[in-house]
C-alpha cells in the first residue's frame, strides 16, 4: 500500500489556563501536524511538540523540516515498510526527536490502520485503564488546594504538583495537600531540576511521611553523581526526566549504581515510539519502572503515548494530561478517562478522528 500525499503544518493553541513551572510560564502552545495520506484514502496522522529547553528543537524547526524534500520523498513508499523510513527518518533528523516524533507516529498510525489492528496490539498490549496524574503548576497553597478540589470532583486521584523554586514552599503546598485531602489523593512532585542536593534531602526529610509516589527529575542535568549520597531506597522514588533523552542515556544511567529508579519516557524526548521501546527495554532489563509523561500535546501524541505504554510490561506511572490543558484539538477520541484512568481502545492505529 503505497504513500499518495504528506501533508504538514504548525498550529498555535490557547491553554485553558496558564501554568508555572520551575523555568517557565505557559500561556498557549504550537504545534506541529503531519498526515500520511495512503491509496486506499486511510490518514495516519502525527504531531510534535518539543520542550526547546530540554531537547534544542522548537515546534518552528519541527514544522519547517516536515517540508522538507527528505520527507517529500515518502510519497511512493510502502507503508509495510513504515519501520524502515523512522530508521532513516532518526539518521536524516539526528538530534530533533519532535521532528522524529511526528513522523514515527503519523506512519505507525497509517499502518495500524492498513492492517486494520490497534499499534498496541501490534507491540501486545499488556494493559489498559491506568490511573493517570494531573498537574498542578507552582502557585501558592491556597491556590493549590482549590485546584486539587476541582480535580476530585472530576474523579481524578493522583496529583502530580510541580516545585523547584522554593523548597519550603514545595514542602508546605505537599503537607496542606495531605491534610486537607488525607488518601484521597496519591502525590508525586516534579522539581524541573529546580533544587540542589541539600533542597533535596530537606525536601525529603520534610515529606517522608505524606506517602510521596515519587519524585521527579529534582537536580540539574549532569549532577546525576550527587544522587548517590542518598541511599537507595530514596534513589528508588526519583524519576529521571530531562536527564533521559535516549536510549544511550538509558543505558548509561542503567550501568553499575543507579541515580533514579524509575524512567521518564516522553516521545517529544526521544522521538516517538521507537526511541520509547528502545528505553524500556533497557529499563525492564535493568529492572526499572516506567513512568510516561508528556509535554503540552495533542490527542494525537498522547494516545500514541498511551499505547506504547500499555505495550510494556514495566510501565507503572502515567502523567498523560497534557492534551486537557488544550482549548481546541485536531482530533478526538482516542482514549477515554473514566474515574482518572486513561483508557484506550481497539479501532486500528490510535483510534482517534479527525475534527470536521
Known sequence: MKIVAIRSYLKNMALTKPYTIAYNTFTDVSLAFFEVELENG????????????VVGETTQQTAANLKTEFVQNFVGRDIRHFQQIIFESIGHFPHLPGTQAAIDIALHDAFGKFIGISVAEFYGQKMNGLPTSVTIGIKNVS?????????????????????????????ERVVKLKEQFGNQFKIRVDANQGYTINDLKKFIAATKHQGLELIEQPMPVGTEKELFSLPLAERKLLAAD?????????????SNEQPFGIYNIKLMKCGGLVGALGIANI?????IDLFWGCND????????????????????????????????????????????????????????????
Request: hydrophobic share 40%; glycine share 10%.
Open 42 to 53: 486511510m490518514i495516519g496522522y502525527g504531531s510534535g511538540s518539543p520542550a526547546e529547553e
Open 143 to 171: 491556590e493549590t488546594l482549590l485546584e486539587a478540589k476541582g480535580y476530585q470532583d472530576l474523579g481524578f486521584k493522583i496529583l502530580k504538583v510541580k516545585t523547584g523554586l522554593n523548597v519550603e514552599e514545595d514542602i
Open 242 to 254: 530531562e536527564s533521559l533523552k535516549n536510549p544511550k542515556a538509558a543505558l548509561q544511567l542503567a
Open 283 to 287: 529499563a525492564n532489563n535493568a529492572n
Open 297 to 356: 500535546e495533542s490527542i494525537i501524541s498522547i494516545t500514541a503515548a498511551l499505547h506504547v505504554a500499555y505495550a510494556c510490561p514495566n510501565t507503572k506511572y502515567i502523567d498523560l494530561d497534557g492534551s486537557l490543558d488544550l482549548a481546541e484539538d485536531l482530533v478526538k477520541g482516542g482514549f477515554e478517562i473514566v474515574n482518572g484512568a486513561l483508557h484506550i481502545n481497539n479501532a486500528p492505529g490510535f483510534g482517534f478522528s479527525k475534527l470536521t
